[in-house]
């Protein structure tokens, strides 16, 4: 099992990143994923999720409006949109895995770091 996540990087407060997570070695369509961040110092928390048909999707208030989770289940993919960035969206985010969609799943990614500074 493998989740490579990607496009993270510097970017300005109002900017624009879009996360990519790309799975292998299961199933991809039977598994909801989840994005959690986790910033230094602090808890690793949960950023959105989307159910393993893309039907269902969750935000955390804090990027409610904000942020845009989909996936691509051909291409194995799962992505992040996040617009409006403001520097408390600081953090390592993780893509995760799992078969059950009120629970962290089984599967994480190494983290790509996104860091909203002037």
């Known amino acids: 099992v493998q989740l490579v996540e990607s496009g993270g990087g510097l970017v300005q407060p109002g900017g624009s990143l879009r996360l990519s997570c790309a799975a292998s070695?299961?199933?991809?369509?039977?598994?909801?994923m989840l994005w959690y961040r986790q910033a230094p110092g602090k808890e690793r928390e949960l950023v959105a999720k989307?159910?393993?048909?893309?039907?269902?999707?969750y935000y955390a208030d804090s990027v409610k409006g904000r942020f845009t989770i989909s996936r691509d289940n051909p291409k194995n993919t799962v992505y992040l949109q996040m617009n409006s960035l403001k520097p408390e969206d600081t953090a390592v985010y993780y893509c995760?895995?799992?078969?059950?969609?009120?629970?962290?799943?089984?599967?994480w990614g190494q983290g790509t770091q996104v860091t909203v500074s002037s």
């Open positions: 989307i159910s393993n048909g893309g039907i269902s999707t």
């Open positions: 070695g299961f199933t991809f369509n039977r598994y909801h």
């Open positions: 995760n895995a799992g078969r059950d969609y009120m629970r962290m799943g089984d599967y």
